[in-house]
């Protein structure tokens, strides 16, 4: 009844614990940007079916792809740094049996540095992860989201979200995600100048810090809060320079 899509790039860390957290699925389905390390033998190894395919700096496309490929009437999309919990799984296999439901949000925890973080920007994300295989697609280069036609219901458990293990890991994810939204801002004509990156930069920290409440999470929201002001600086600061080659 379920088919499960998990994109990977050189996921030889999370992969395992991700694909566990998975096996009650009738069918997995990996999709994988040409990784160098062991992801795709051990993925194979624990019955998913794996397809490789270049990313080519478009997720959405990406989860088309495995959105085609899955042949369950429900799909399920999970990131290899995700692990779903056992009171959703229970959940998931108890709400389907709803034919009035097309798909279904489901709130994101994370976990960073050993800590959940409750507040900020990723304190109340909620995004829709599980729906009826024809009843949408996904939008959107990076940060893309699964447009559903229909009726969206709401889970009450969460996926568990572990990424950026270092800061380091962040920075360098942070660069390319940053890259790929700049491109993707002029190719739609957005343009950028001196004072939209500094506009974007303060007001991105003082909305994940205050506004959102980050400061509760102690220093692990304000470091968020510092990263994600910084990757808006560098969203657009690439945007300017785009134009600039131009």
Excluded at 82 to 94: A, D, F, G, Y
Excluded at 190 to 197: D, G, Q, Y
Excluded at 199 to 212: G, L
Excluded at 224 to 240: D, E, N, P, Q, T
Aim: proline share 1%; net charge positive.
């Amino acid at each position: 009844m379920i088919s499960v899509v998990v994109l990977t790039k050189n996921e030889e860390k999370n992969i395992v614990d991700c694909l566990e957290s998975l096996l009650w699925c009738d069918e997995i389905i990996v999709v994988d940007d040409n990784s160098e390390d062991r992801t795709l033998e051990v993925a194979k190894k624990m019955g998913a079916k794996v397809f490789t395919r270049s990313l080519d700096n478009d997720f959405s496309t990406q989860r088309n792809f495995g959105l085609k490929k899955a042949s369950r009437d429900w799909v399920l999309f999970v990131d290899a740094d995700e692990r779903v919990s056992e009171e959703l799984k229970e959940e998931i296999q108890s709400k389907i049996k709803n034919n009035k439901v097309d798909g279904y949000l489901i709130k994101r925890l994370d976990s960073i540095w050993g800590r959940e973080l409750r507040y900020g920007e990723t304190g109340n994300i909620r995004l829709v992860r599980l729906a009826k295989k024809n009843s949408g697609k996904w939008k959107g280069k990076v940060h893309e989201e699964w447009k559903i036609k229909g009726k969206i219901a709401v889970f009450k458990n969460h996926i568990d979200h572990y990424p950026h293990p270092t800061i380091s890991e962040f920075l360098k994810e942070i660069n390319f995600y940053t890259d790929v939204r700049a491109r993707e801002l002029f190719d739609r004509g957005v343009r950028s100048s001196f004072l939209s990156i500094i506009f974007y930069t303060k007001a991105k920290f003082i909305q994940n810090y205050f506004v959102k409440l980050g400061f509760l999470d102690g220093i692990h929201g304000f470091i968020l809060a510092l990263i994600m002001s910084f990757h808006s600086f560098l969203v657009r600061g690439k945007l300017w320079l785009l134009w600039q080659k131009k």
